[in-house]
Nanobody
Framework: VHLEESGGGSVQAGGSLRLSCVASGHAWNDYYKMGWFRQAPGSEREGVAAIDRDARTTYGDSVKGRFTISRDNVKNTLILQMDRLKPEDSAMYYC????????????????WGQGTQVTVSS
């Protein structure tokens, strides 16, 4: 399974960004659970959001009400819509997937993308 993120960049506080992740590989199917994690320099990885095949979602407390995760099972694409961004949202954002696990524990996800950088200035 290969995951490729895009959509990161720089934005001012209060702005929005939309991250995308395309999944591919012969083993890929839409039963995979997917999610987003982030990691800022000197900080631990933090679970941002997760979604399963049936669009059940869960969010980290710091992003609830501001971020929205969604997926397009036909296009094998995961989306993270980030609104009302704050400087503390600045981090490398990673797309993740696992055939069995759904949730916000980083060590449970088998597949990780290379990451896309998000920078929010005040």
């Amino acid at each position: 399974v290969h995951l490729e993120e895009s959509g990161g960049g720089s934005v001012q506080a209060g702005g929005s960004l939309r991250l995308s992740c395309v999944a591919s590989g012969h083993a890929w199917n839409d039963y995979y659970k997917m999610g987003w994690f982030r990691q800022a320099p000197g900080s631990e990885r933090e679970g941002v959001a997760a979604i399963d095949r049936d669009a059940r979602t869960t969010y980290g407390d710091s992003v609830k009400g501001r971020f929205t995760i969604s997926r397009d099972n036909v296009k094998n694409t995961l989306i993270l819509q980030m609104d009302r961004l704050k400087p503390e949202d600045s981090a490398m954002y990673y797309c993740v997937a696992d055939r069995w696990y759904y949730g916000l524990l980083a060590n449970e996800y088998k597949h990780w993308g290379q990451g896309t950088q998000v920078t929010v200035s005040s």
